[in-house]
């Protein structure tokens, strides 16, 4: 039977935060937007993508679908922020195509867990907006949304 945390508000940011430092395989995650603030040492989206980073220089198998950079909207410019960030230090990220937008929210760490819901990587979902997301320890619930991730993935822009 799986596991599941319900992770209100702040605890999203938190368990992230938390999580991913532990990754020991695979990082997978869908992003509808990251919007970080890159000069402050302390904001919390760019804290996540360091960690993303991390792992990624550990070893682990680290893949992130961005929603579509194509467009003049700020999802987009946010995400070309990101997209950057994230590909300058080695990690694989690709976009969906313009008009294929994706609003997934989606970490699948390892083989067993699952964390998706409302939470936006933007300051805003993380501490002023009203946000439930889930995590779900399983591993059927995760290969599912893992094979769902890697269709998307492989079908993606570079």
């Given at each position: 039977?799986?596991?599941?945390?319900?992770?209100?508000?702040?605890?999203?940011?938190?368990?992230?935060?938390?999580?991913?430092?532990?990754?020991?395989?695979?990082?997978?995650?869908?992003?509808?937007?990251?919007?970080?603030?890159?000069?402050?040492?302390?904001?919390?989206?760019?804290?996540?993508?360091?960690?993303?980073?991390?792992?990624?220089?550990?070893?682990?198998?680290?893949?992130?679908?961005?929603?579509?950079?194509?467009?003049?909207?700020?999802?987009?410019?946010?995400?070309?922020?990101?997209?950057?960030?994230?590909?300058?230090?080695?990690?694989?990220?690709?976009?969906?195509?313009?008009?294929?937008?994706?609003?997934?929210?989606?970490f699948?760490?390892?083989?067993?867990?699952?964390?998706?819901?409302?939470?936006?990587?933007?300051?805003?979902?993380?501490?002023?907006?009203?946000?439930?997301?889930?995590?779900?320890?399983?591993?059927?619930?995760?290969?599912?949304?893992?094979?769902?991730?890697?269709?998307?993935?492989?079908?993606?822009?570079?």
């Amino acid at each position: 039977m799986p596991e599941i945390t319900i992770l209100i508000e702040n605890n999203y940011c938190t368990t992230l935060k938390n999580i991913i430092p532990t990754v020991k395989k695979s990082l997978y995650a869908i992003i509808y937007i990251a919007y970080p603030h890159l000069k402050r040492s302390h904001d919390d989206v760019k804290l996540i993508l360091d960690e993303i980073i991390h792992a990624t220089h550990k070893g682990i198998d680290v893949k992130i679908l961005f929603n579509s950079i194509e467009t003049k909207n700020l999802v987009s410019r946010a995400n070309k922020i990101s997209f950057d960030y994230l590909r300058k230090e080695g990690v694989l990220v690709k976009t969906t195509e313009k008009g294929r937008n994706t609003h997934s929210k989606l970490f699948l760490i390892d083989d067993n867990t699952t964390i998706t819901g409302s939470h936006n990587l933007s300051n805003t979902s993380l501490h002023q907006s009203r946000e439930i997301s889930i995590l779900i320890k399983d591993e059927k619930t995760n290969q599912e949304l893992k094979e769902y991730f890697l269709k998307n993935f492989y079908e993606a822009k570079n």
